[in-house]
């Protein structure tokens, strides 16, 4: 439903930050897209969401299509409006609104009332944390809460896909494992397809089934999430998992040679 | 100080802080939802004001058809500067926005000069002449007189209702609750899918209908001419003291501007401070700036430690 074919996005008119990324999320598909810092995970979602043309960036060349119709020229108003909502890096909330402000806000582009109590309460069954602390107000509180707050104003808009970026950023295990149940059974209970931005690449893995790996700008590596898992560079570079047994010096050799095959 | 005369200057005063209250809501509306000072409110007001006089001398039409067409040609105006001054500059800094609003304020000025020409022009009396006397109190020595203008009353009235009004609307209504989602993160605000564009030009409508009324409260007192927008610059200090924005701030500002500026006309006929009245709302601003920068009921930063 979700195809970014062979997209080019430039910042600032002369910064090339992604050459020629293609990806796809099928209906009710979690998809993964790993990789470093400054790899264009980021970019490449607000490539799709359109929050790009808010930071002076541009898809320059190829297309993003969204149940067929492309997307990659509105404003990002209007493609939340279709069903694509993105979580920004971050936990970026209102501060200053209260809890349950805060998740109404996600609802304001729908009109239907009943519907919307709803999902409130669905949001709260979700997290019954965020349901203690409706009234009080969001920039007060923990990274754990904000980030439950930011997925559930996501859910208010009925998404059909969610991209999520970095749900994990800066949280406890535990908090980590909380959040991403639930991301699982959103994607269950509700049939929402998620594209997952994440540096955890063990949990993004454990819990998508499909994967692309981005390097420099460019996908590098895709393929379901248990041949991934398995995969020689993925283990070393992302799981921290190493073959046992090897001398050290070996591995830096063949480290060195992976890498260079990644970046050319 | 004359303290038989004291309670009259400090109601007097507190009235008229009413229509200086309305010219800061609508500041603080604007604010709020695009973090745009409106240098341009005054003569948007003035513009405003004009038209309802026009509607209602020239065009002979009954008061409440006249203002109420007035009030719909501000709306009109506020969504026009919005379609066509502001946003070709989104994405620009904020500096350039607000020095766009300070052009905007000589354009309306010749606007208003071309239109209405510069002469001074009596406003129709909306209210009775005809005060209202407070029963007098004696304590003492001294008799308490109270008498009040009918003009000010009402718009220390309207001004109150204006106040209550848009505080249900910000709590309670959806859209109250847009705007107060844009006013904090525009980026956030349209990644949730809100409109942010329509949302300020309500902003600058509204911001406009709400000074206007002000302005014919204000011109209905005392006359109307280009310098009516001078007031804005009463109501700066107002918003400033009351915080940028907060709504409740922007009336409690403009009431203790009237009340600061109509307490130092009582002083004694020979003291020179009496003389200064006119700076007294500005020396509160440097005052409030420096002892507390976010004003009364400003937003503090959060900061999660």
Known sequence: MLRVNNIEVVYNEVILVLRGVSLAVDDGQIVTLLGANGAGKTTTLKAISGLLSTELGEVTRGTIEFDGQRIDRLPPEEIVRLGVVQVMEGRRLFQHLTVEENLLTGALIRSDKAQIAQDLEQVYTFFPRLKDLRRRIAGYLSGGEQQMLVIGRALMARPKVMLLDEPSLGLAPLVVQEIFEVIRRINRENGTSILLVEQNAQVALDIASYGYVMENGRIVLDGPAEELRENEDIKEFYLGLTELGQRKSYREVKHYKRRKRWLG | ?305
Do not use: C
């Open chain 2, 1 to 305: 100080m004359n303290w038989a005369l004291f309670p009259q200057f400090f109601v007097t005063g507190l009235l008229n802080g009413g229509p200086i209250a309305l010219v800061a809501l609508g500041l603080v509306l604007i604010f709020k939802s695009s973090k745009i000072f409106n240098f341009a409110q005054g003569h948007i007001l003035m513009l405003g004001t004009f038209t309802a006089w026009w509607l209602l001398t020239q065009a002979a039409l009954p008061t409440w058809a006249g203002i109420g067409l007035a009030l719909v040609v501000v709306m009109l105006m506020g969504f026009a500067i919005e379609r066509v001054a502001l946003r070709p500059l989104v994405g620009q800094p904020l500096l350039s926005i607000i020095l766009m609003t300070l052009a905007l304020s000589q354009v309306m000025q010749g606007g208003a000069i071309l239109l209405f020409t510069a002469q001074q022009r009596r406003f129709p009396q909306l209210f009775p002449l005809e005060p209202y006397k407070l029963p007098e109190i004696t304590i003492g020595e001294t008799t308490v007189r109270i008498i009040l203008k009918q003009n000010l009353v009402w718009s220390f009235v309207i001004a109150m209702v204006a106040v209550v009004l848009f505080a249900l609307f910000f709590q309670y209504t959806r859209m109250g609750l847009a705007m107060r989602a844009t006013a904090e993160d525009h980026q956030l605000a349209r990644s949730i899918g809100l409109r942010v564009n329509h949302i300020f030009g309500l902003a600058w409508a509204i911001s406009g209908v709400v000074a206007t009324v002000g302005g014919i409260l204000l011109a209905s007192l005392s006359g109307l001419g280009l310098e009516l927008s001078i007031i804005a610059l009463k109501a700066f200090p107002a918003v400033l003291l009351g915080g940028l924005e907060s709504i409740p701030g922007a009336i409690i500002g403009g009431l203790a501007i009237g009340a600061i500026e109509a307490l130092v006309q009582g002083l004694p006929k020979d003291s020179t401070i009496r003389s200064m009245w006119p700076i007294a709302p500005y020396i509160v601003l440097v005052i409030a700036l420096i002892v507390r920068p976010e004003g009364l009921f400003g937003l503090k930063r959060i900061e999660r430690i």
